[in-house]
């Protein structure tokens, strides 16, 4: 045989591999029902990665985070859904507390440090959004900037703010705060906000993009979103200040997963999982929308500040559940309709 015949034959056996591997995935029968609090262009191209590596169908639902917990917890024993992704640890946690999450074995539960996972062993973060104070470096200096938070209801910050009371990780926020400085005190707080007349916008990204326009000194939001306006235009005038020395301003939040109790497929939908946790997922987080990586091992975007010199508020995320209490709050005071 020829030096040429054998590597044709052996580029044949390779196309024919490729070939039998490509009808396996197609002819899987498992499929996964997922509900997504994450939206549609952020998650989807981890997932469509998934069933490309294991040939597993996903079948996705995507909503807000509050929709999609409110829908799993209506449809009760009756979900057709495996796996719940959310944006922040209180839905899971309001999942967990009404006995709809399965426990996850401890292969899951040891890719991620305990702070950033259920303390029942329920779920797990994938991704750390920390919250920040963005704001426009040619309006004011960071030695201006207040030391905690709660100092932004001080009548010195009167018209320079801008937040979006109605998004899902300011609420979240809010949450945090009645339980780190209590009911009283986060009402004070956000009265003062209001008294300062913050600018109310749809959306973090609007409220990003108020401070690069200068329409507001500083804004409360997510630490991601200026790198996404930095990716596209390095020059912008802004940057993020995270809350020094365990200030409440300084939560880091999680998005992340857990496993329906009523699951078919308990273990597939953990594999999943499991998946979200790898080096391929984690670094997309990282690398692509620029979250904090939470899988044991895993490095954030250099761009970013490591995230154990982030001194976290003393809280368990779990507690981030009661989320209904928040919003009645958000429209007491007016900042919500």
Partial sequence: MTIRRMMRGLMVMALLVMVGSAVNAQQSTETLTVYSGRTEDLIAPILEQFTQATGVQVEVRYGSTSEMAATLLEEGQNSPADVFIAQDAGALGALANEGQLAMLSPDVLERVNPEFSSNNGQWVGLSGRARVLVYNTDLVSVDQLPASILDLADPVWADKIGWAPTNGSLQAHVTALRLLIGEDATRAWLEGLLANNAVA?????????????????????????????????????????????????????????????????????????????????????????????????????????????????????????????????????????
């Avoid at 401070?211 to 200026?226: A, C, S």
């Avoid at 946790?277 to 692509?288: E, I, K």
């Fill in 201 to 337: 916008y749809d959306n973090n990204r609007a409220v990003v993009q108020a401070v690069i326009d200068g329409e507001v000194e500083v804004g409360l939001t997510n630490h991601y979103y200026l790198l996404g306006f930095q990716a596209e235009n390095a020059e912008v005038a802004a940057a993020n200040y995270f809350f020094p020395g365990g200030d409440p301003g300084s939560l880091i939040n999680v998005a992340g997963a857990g496993v329906l109790s009523t699951s078919d497929t308990p273990a597939l939908a953990e594999r999943l999982i499991l998946y979200l946790l790898g080096n391929d997922a984690q670094s997309y987080f990282s690398d692509v929308t620029y979250e904090y990586p939470l899988a044991v091992g895993m490095t954030a975007n250099a761009l970013l500040p490591a995230i154990e010199t982030i001194k976290n508020p003393a809280l368990d995320l779990s507690d981030l559940s009661d989320l209904q209490t928040t919003l009645d709050l958000l429209s007491t005071v007016g900042a919500t309709p």
